[in-house]
């Protein structure tokens, strides 16, 4: 079977990675000109002129990223099986949709309001009480496009800074730390749920992912499964679907979603028996799911805008290297480590140890740490 | 960093898919006509044409087959940074030079004898003390070019059989069973051993391999681990090696090595820390090796002649596929199935259940199931 991936980036290349152990061949379709999978095909398509070229070389179609214009995702399912469905991209690709589905599905979220201007922002800040996040609708990601309002009163600078036409308003709200649930539904509506993981963000990119969650209630993951299940099942959704969520004292409120595979789920390639990967190549092309289940504790460690020391961390006998072989760029994702142990004491010693060698790396701070 | 692989099979596409996380780029030569890696740059020459043109494009060279012309592999170490060494597949080209070496660094082997003509195979024979083995001095492998003479006065025919003008033959020894140890050196001379593993032939084709062999004791693991150390260093190895061994009664007897990554050795792609794929590719690169502990305990599931039943398989939990995606064809290996466990009892009742679905499979007999 070859499967035709949108997109042409590190989560191509490791969705590839995990597909040739099934036999599966890979055709990559690149619109941003700069494709870095390394491998497979690759169709680098600016003008859209290939589309009908791709879709008549594959079998199956999928995406590693939600930017693809819903109207062409129709277009190739109206062709070949394209999972996840459109309608998945549509809700991920705006966040008014994406709140109103989670509010429809009774899944937590913080309050929120829409605006379309300055005035509209600035009542929306006021009615909620400051402060709150205000983001674009459509289009940011990795922090981009979205201000903080400590005041009403900075309504119109970060209108201006936002620069789109509307803007969703959220309360900002005290959490514990993030959290994502990742989950896989195959054609069959068999649905499986990947042990929960605590996020640490930095300058709004992930930085580090513990999986399973230190010190996490089986009640709270139970919580996110109960929500992640319902968007799943809503959606007809086929493919590893992930949810972002902030643990807060009152339990679990959602922040996003994303229709594929997630950089905080890179730690189940040697984390869980089945990764992420495998299990949404698995889902897309008609097979059972894998076992979700974790081996031992894991540490996702981002490599962001340079590589570091990449000798002596694979000198490391805990940690496995997995490089997008990209060059540097500030704020690029470069590649992961994924460090093992087993327990979350040994992990945080390891992870410190193995951070060392990365100097862009902020410092390793977690629930754990915090908590000790 | 490009890497040059002479071969293109699915010992070069499992070292391609635990080198692209390294970074690493592959070009594999191939000289069959029937390259099977399904990924990577191919470059088909029948005729030796486009040697020079493959040197050009990598940066160091390496193989996935010791059927390499001894003489090609030197042009190449003149011109690249070739590992495993020209000296090493000389040795392993050649069981009289092998057999030699082994002897030379006390690596015990059963009893063997030269032998070019029926007359002086019959001589053997009878000062060896049947039943002997006799086998094509080059070119065998697989149970191919043997012969096994139960009797001296069979020399005629088993000469006429195995059609080759110099052979080996070998007092036939009784051994408890079948094991492999494989290890690697990397440029700077360290050395690192896989726990060995116990392995099950059938028709002369592995079929199952256990690791880390159950009931070794640690002195039989030493034991293997000094001989292969022996040979590394005399060869001034880089890379991964492995050696097959009996295990008898009175300790280890040394069958053959090869100088690869090994069908034994399939295991420690979920079952180790780093797989034999990564650390061969790690040490040809010149990095450090990586930690060849296993995780839990393995078995290993050729997949011969035809696929089976690959969606039941896909069901089973503790199951990981590893397909070649090569056609069906009696003898030849399609892929493996590297099954997990926490406990030997719990591994056999798994590695049964796996191989229901695989009608061409053997009886699953391990030491331990003839013990228990």
């Known amino acids: 079977m070859r499967i035709g991936v949108l997109g042409a980036g590190q989560l191509g290349r490791m969705l590839a990675l995990a597909g040739y152990p099934l036999a599966k061949e890979f055709v990559f379709y690149d619109m941003s000109g700069s494709p870095s999978v390394g491998l497979g095909e690759v169709i680098v398509d600016r003008e859209g002129k290939y589309l009908d070229d791709f879709l008549s070389r594959v079998d199956r179609v999928t995406y590693e990223f939600e ?3 819903v109207d062409v995702a129709e277009k190739l399912a109206r062709q070949k099986i394209v999972h996840p469905c459109p309608r998945a991209l549509q809700v991920c690709q705006n966040r008014e ?3 109103t589905l989670f509010g429809q599905l009774g899944i937590p979220t913080p309050e929120w309001k829409m605006a379309d201007s300055a005035e509209s922002l600035r009542a929306a800040a006021e009615a909620l009480g400051c402060p709150v996040v205000a983001k674009s609708v459509t289009e940011g990601y990795d922090g981009k496009g979205q201000a903080v309002l400590k005041d009403p009163s900075q309504a119109e600078a970060a209108w201006a800074a936002i620069g789109h036409p509307k803007v969703i ?7 514990q730390r993030e959290v994502s649930i990742i989950a896989v539904r195959s054609e069959d509506g068999d649905v499986a749920f990947y042990p929960m993981a605590e996020n640490t963000h930095h300058e709004g990119i992930l930085r580090y992912s513990i999986a399973p969650a230190p010190g996490l209630q089986p009640a709270i993951q139970k919580d996110a499964e109960k929500y992640i299940k319902a968007l799943l099942n809503e959606l007809n959704y086929v493919g590893v679907l992930t949810l972002e969520l902030f643990e807060t004292e009152n339990g679990l409120m959602a922040n996003e979603m994303a229709p594929r595979v997630h950089n905080s789920g890179h730690w189940t390639i040697e984390g869980a028996m089945t990764s992420q990967f495998e ?5 897309v092309s008609g097979h059972a799911l894998g076992n979700v289940a974790a081996r031992g504790i894991s540490c996702m ?7 570091g020391d990449i000798e002596r961390i694979l000198e490391l006998p805990y940690a496995h290297l997995h490089l997008y072989d990209k060059g540097e760029r500030p704020g690029r994702k470069l590649g992961h480590i994924n460090v093992l142990a087993d327990s979350y004491e040994e992990l945080i010693w390891r992870v410190r140890n193995c951070a060392q060698f990365l100097p862009g790396s902020p410092e390793f701070k977690n629930s754990l740490a915090t908590r000790g």
Do not use: D, G, T
């Open 67 to 69: 930017h693809l214009p």
């Open 97 to 99: 949709a994406e709140k």
């Open 169 to 175: 308003v959220e309360k900002f709200i005290h959490f």
């Open 279 to 283: 299990n949404h190549i698995r889902a």
């Open 301 to 307: 460690i981002n490599i962001i805008s340079e590589h």
